[in-house]
């Protein structure tokens, strides 16, 4: 096929939708509203002196007699001032200060207007993000395993989401990555036969065998082998310029030979594998009882891609296992004494032959100067000791003395002959079965009526919606053209498969305004819930004209909840991808590792599907009575008493498995503002910063973002002498009275969090470190002052105090999460109506103890879900 005739046709594919989506887009006729005059007047008695023509400050002018609520920007601009006013950052400190009169008249006509103009819906043109587009075609093609390169470019973020419309652009790498990855997928299903390779003879000397670490050693015109290990990439050998290129049987002649000698008679075995992590299927062995050359022939069956490793099965020396090579150690130095006292001397050998030539030039040295070597038997157990600490790197070096010496196995020639029965290929057996399941009764029909069939039933699943008779029409052009261009149906369906993959209709979501219909809302519940595309059930919903109703939507949504969304959400909702890349000082806790970082990952996710499956209340976020926690995380970061003794247990097996473990409510353990992943996301791995924890609760438990800091403010920088706390540091800062009015917010929030270390350990103190001969010593230094007051006035200590303020009024952290949800699942930030209508449904639950699944299937049934 002429792969750049097919780019350009996908080019012209897109674009064309492009333009057809943009030239019908909708004008929108202004219709400015005058202002009422007692709100002129409070404007221009607080706000116009900065907000005017002649001086804009922050590009925002308040001096205008009329608003446009149909423009977009007059609402953002007006809410933001409603924002600054209700919180008391606007009038600036050093300006005159709204009376409680204006202040009240001024929020009062805002929070009418935006109400009123606020739209409910408003998703931009929305594609598949990277999960969303690789759970679809795992799903259309049910490929499982299926993965994404990772040269797949990443999605942007926005409102801490990767599925916003807004942000989820179509760049050129974009473009093509999905020309690519449809390729790939096509060429899974509709690939042309392999053609047959013919057979052929293949002469392998002994210097083309592969040498990998000290695996082997080519000696005297043969390549030797005298390790035994399991590890194939350290004891065997291999053609460096064979590998079957077809699947068949394979005749092999190998010439090889032994040394004299042996307490076991030497085998030699062959094994047919593709690489070192594939799994052994085939294998050989045949004993060599002399020294002299012998010649093996054996048929062995190989796959395309596989080739022959030669191994020594009873080797003498096995390092892999140290347990055997600490035995098989003190068996050899106690026959030879003088190769443990040369092992002495030298100390710690080279890795390989240049390390073992140094013990050998010992050796010789010695019976040269006739002083034989001497060492006490305290000594040998030394150098055993030593030698199974570095098992490896000792092994690869011991292992020379066996090349040299014996015993080892000698190949000398292999002669391959094949493929003499070819066969078709197991990835073309897969391909074909993969074929017949996704075409079903229509496989290798070629006529106008089967492959319209098929496409009609393809196109629904990949468009997420019924297909019309001319869109499959299309489709079938598409691959009864090229038939004919290229003699291969293959080809044809190859070529119309790409093409579905690159249409708009696969790679984005709803379009235009109003109500979702039935597949547009099945759409968006499922890749809301499931990251992924609607099943079959969902679809027949929506077939009917059902789901829209009520207590089937709920009821589909509740099938449809499960892990994938306790671990999608949260994850993106509270920022912790950050944790993922992030490696603390190991100052703070040595030896960090994945399932350190594994556990405190699943523990979000645990924890935010027991209170959703449970349908807990959602103050259980916040001050649960439990917390899920590995072995490891237990003790080394909650400090937990039941799993103090995990270290003397060593069990690797179970220390990464979570665990339900009961807690205080109010206590510095359990819920979203005490968990490590939380703490260790908002800090660095060296410091803690208050600022940044401060502004994650505001935006992610409060829903009360502060606004973007001044430009050129400095950075709060770290103090490793422990002179000075934080909260000194941060004084100066507050010097400014621009700066305090939001640090009045920030700083309570983040200072009460100061207890917790960067990797979220509780502590009373910060550390101080010292550093002598090149040992680092850690001591208390300053006392940790967690201590603030919000600012309604409430006192806070510690984080018992927020977790109990936070219980009392639960309407701020409800909201938050509740619109978090929202922006998640519509791929918009929300307005000001939606907000209000947020507030009003919380308000209609029963008590303030409301409940996770409770509330979630709600905001599933509110207009806003429902509205494009």
């Known amino acids: 096929m002429d792969d750049m005739k097919n780019w350009s046709q996908q080019q012209r594919s897109l674009l064309t939708f492009f333009w057809s989506f943009f030239v019908l887009g909708i004008s929108v006729t202004s219709a400015a509203e005058d202002i009422p005059q007692p709100v002129q007047v409070v404007l221009q008695t607080y706000c116009t002196d900065c907000h005017s023509e002649d001086?804009?400050?922050?590009?925002?002018?308040?001096?205008?007699?009329?608003?446009?609520?149909?423009?977009?920007?007059?609402?953002?601009?007006?809410?933001?001032?409603?924002?600054?006013?209700?919180?008391?950052?606007?009038?600036?400190?050093?300006?005159?200060?709204?009376?409680?009169?204006?202040?009240?008249?001024?929020?009062?006509?805002?929070?009418?207007?935006?109400?009123?103009?606020?739209?409910?819906?408003?998703?931009?043109?929305?594609?598949?993000?990277?999960?969303?587009?690789?759970?679809?075609?795992?799903?259309?093609?049910?490929?499982?395993?299926?993965?994404?390169?990772?040269?797949?470019?990443?999605?942007?973020?926005?409102?801490?989401?990767?599925?916003?419309?807004?942000?989820?652009?179509?760049?050129?790498?974009?473009?093509?990555?999905?020309?690519?990855?449809?390729?790939?997928?096509?060429?899974?299903?509709?690939?042309?036969?392999?053609?047959?390779?013919?057979?052929?003879?293949?002469?392998?000397?002994?210097?083309?065998?592969?040498?990998?670490?000290?695996?082997?050693?080519?000696?005297?015109?043969?390549?030797?082998?005298?390790?035994?290990?399991?590890?194939?990439?350290?004891?065997?050998?291999?053609?460096?310029?064979?590998?079957?290129?077809?699947?068949?049987?394979?005749?092999?002649?190998?010439?090889?030979?032994?040394?004299?000698?042996?307490?076991?008679?030497?085998?030699?075995?062959?094994?047919?594998?593709?690489?070192?992590?594939?799994?052994?299927?085939?294998?050989?062995?045949?004993?060599?009882?002399?020294?002299?050359?012998?010649?093996?022939?054996?048929?062995?069956?190989?796959?395309?891609?596989?080739?022959?490793?030669?191994?020594?099965?009873?080797?003498?020396?096995?390092?892999?296992?140290?347990?055997?090579?600490?035995?098989?150690?003190?068996?050899?130095?106690?026959?030879?004494?003088?190769?443990?006292?040369?092992?002495?001397?030298?100390?710690?050998?080279?890795?390989?032959?240049?390390?073992?030539?140094?013990?050998?030039?010992?050796?010789?040295?010695?019976?040269?100067?006739?002083?034989?070597?001497?060492?006490?038997?305290?000594?040998?157990?030394?150098?055993?000791?030593?030698?199974?600490?570095?098992?490896?790197?000792?092994?690869?070096?011991?292992?020379?003395?066996?090349?040299?010496?014996?015993?080892?196995v000698a190949i000398h020639h292999v002669s391959i002959t094949g493929a003499l029965n070819p066969q078709t290929d197991r990835e073309d057996e897969q391909r074909e079965r993969r074929r017949m399941k996704l075409m079903g009764e229509f496989d290798g029909?070629?006529?106008?009526?089967?492959?319209?069939?098929?496409?009609?039933?393809?196109?629904?699943?990949?468009?997420?919606?019924?297909?019309?008779?001319?869109?499959?029409?299309?489709?079938?052009?598409?691959?009864?053209?090229?038939?004919?261009?290229?003699?291969?149906?293959?080809?044809?369906?190859?070529?119309?498969?790409?093409?579905?993959?690159?249409?708009?209709?696969?790679?984005?979501?709803?379009?235009?305004?109003?109500?979702?219909?039935?597949?547009?809302?099945?759409?968006?519940?499922?890749?809301?819930?499931?990251?992924?595309?609607?099943?079959?059930?969902?679809?027949?919903?929506?077939?009917?004209?059902?789901?829209?109703?009520?207590?089937?939507?709920?009821?589909?949504?509740?099938?449809?909840?499960?892990?994938?969304?306790?671990?999608?959400?949260?994850?993106?909702?509270?920022?912790?991808?950050?944790?993922?890349?992030?490696?603390?000082?190991?100052?703070?806790?040595?030896?960090?590792?994945?399932?350190?970082?594994?556990a405190m990952m699943e523990e979000v996710t645990e924890t935010f599907w027991w209170v959703l499956d449970n349908n807990l209340p959602v103050k259980d976020l916040i001050a649960p009575d439990f917390v899920f926690t590995s072995e490891l995380v237990a003790k080394e970061i909650y400090q937990l008493d039941e799993f103090a003794d995990v270290a003397s247990k060593k069990s690797k097996k179970n220390e990464s498995t979570l665990t339900r473990v009961t807690v205080p409510r109010l206590s510095n353990k359990g819920g979203l503002l005490c968990m490590p992943a939380v703490m260790m996301a908002t800090a660095n791995g060296v410091d803690t910063q208050p600022v940044l924890r401060g502004v994650w609760v505001l935006e992610n438990i409060l829903g009360s973002p502060p606004p973007d800091p001044p430009n050129a403010v400095p950075a709060l920088t770290p103090d490793t002498r422990g002179a000075n706390s934080p909260k000194e540091r941060l004084a100066a800062h507050m010097q400014e009275a621009s700066c305090a009015s939001c640090h009045r917010e920030i700083d309570p929030l983040g200072f009460v969090l100061e207890n917790f270390d960067p990797v979220g350990r509780w502590r009373t103190s910060y550390p101080v470190y010292t550093e002598t001969g090149g040992k680092v010593r850690t001591t208390n230094g300053l006392e940790v002052d967690a201590s603030g007051t919000l600012p309604d006035g409430s006192p806070l200590s510690n984080v018992s105090d927020l977790k109990e303020w936070l219980i009392e009024n639960p309407k701020p952290f409800t909201q938050c999460l509740s619109e978090k949800l929202l922006t998640y699942a519509t791929g918009r930030s929300l307005s000001y109506r939606e907000r209000t209508l947020v507030g009003e449904i919380i308000d209609q639950q029963e008590g303030e103890d409301v409940r996770l699944k409770t509330l979630l299937l709600e905001l599933i049934d509110s207009p806003i879900f429902r509205t494009k």
Not at 77 to 83: A, C, Q
Not at 182 to 195: C, D, K, Q
Not at 548 to 562: F, G, H
Request: hydrophobic share 35%; proline share 6%.
């Open 55 to 408: 001086y804009a400050e922050g590009n925002l002018r308040l001096d205008g007699n009329n608003v446009d609520w149909s423009v977009p920007d007059s609402l953002v601009e007006w809410e933001k001032v409603l924002t600054m006013v209700s919180k008391r950052i606007m009038p600036p400190p050093e300006g005159t200060a709204l009376t409680p009169q204006d202040r009240e008249l001024l929020l009062s006509w805002l929070d009418q207007k935006l109400s009123q103009n606020s739209p409910v819906g408003g998703t931009p043109l929305r594609r598949l993000n990277r999960r969303e587009y690789r759970n679809s075609i795992a799903s259309l093609f049910d490929l499982e395993d299926f993965e994404l390169p990772n040269s797949f470019p990443r999605d942007n973020i926005q409102h801490g989401f990767d599925n916003q419309g807004d942000a989820l652009v179509i760049s050129p790498s974009h473009f093509e990555a999905f020309a690519e990855t449809a390729a790939v997928v096509a060429y899974a299903f509709f690939a042309p036969p392999r053609p047959i390779v013919p057979s052929r003879q293949y002469e392998v000397a002994a210097g083309d065998l592969t040498i990998s670490y000290s695996s082997a050693c080519y000696i005297d015109g043969a390549m030797r082998l005298a390790s035994s290990g399991k590890n194939t990439r350290r004891h065997a050998t291999w053609p460096s310029r064979f590998v079957a290129p077809q699947r068949g049987t394979y005749r092999v002649q190998v010439t090889a030979s032994s040394t004299e000698g042996c307490e076991k008679t030497p085998i030699l075995r062959i094994e047919a594998m593709r690489d070192f992590r594939d799994t052994l299927k085939e294998f050989h062995e045949f004993e060599l009882g002399h020294s002299e050359r012998s010649t093996v022939e054996f048929d062995i069956q190989l796959d395309r891609g596989e080739s022959l490793f030669f191994r020594y099965p009873n080797g003498p020396l096995n390092y892999d296992d140290k347990n055997i090579y600490q035995k098989f150690l003190a068996d050899l130095f106690q026959e030879d004494r003088q190769l443990a006292a040369a092992w002495a001397e030298v100390g710690t050998p080279a890795r390989g032959g240049s390390g073992w030539q140094r013990v050998r030039e010992v050796l010789e040295s010695a019976e040269m100067s006739g002083e034989p070597l001497t060492i006490e038997d305290a000594e040998v157990e030394k150098v055993i000791q030593k030698m199974a600490r570095n098992a490896v790197g000792s092994g690869e070096t011991l292992v020379y003395r066996f090349f040299e010496q014996g015993p080892y």
């Open 445 to 598: 029909q070629t006529d106008r009526q089967s492959l319209e069939a098929f496409f009609t039933s393809f196109l629904r699943k990949a468009f997420r919606r019924p297909v019309s008779p001319a869109e499959a029409q299309e489709f079938v052009e598409i691959t009864l053209n090229e038939h004919a261009r290229s003699g291969s149906l293959r080809n044809g369906l190859h070529l119309a498969v790409r093409m579905a993959l690159i249409s708009p209709s696969f790679l984005y979501r709803s379009i235009g305004t109003g109500e979702l219909d039935d597949y547009e809302l099945a759409s968006r519940l499922s890749y809301f819930l499931t990251a992924g595309p609607p099943d079959e059930q969902l679809m027949k919903k929506a077939e009917t004209h059902v789901l829209r109703q009520r207590e089937v939507l709920l009821s589909e949504a509740e099938r449809l909840i499960d892990r994938r969304f306790a671990s999608d959400f949260p994850k993106q909702w509270l920022g912790l991808s950050a944790i993922e890349s992030l490696m603390p000082d190991n100052r703070l806790i040595r030896n960090f590792t994945k399932q350190h970082r594994g």
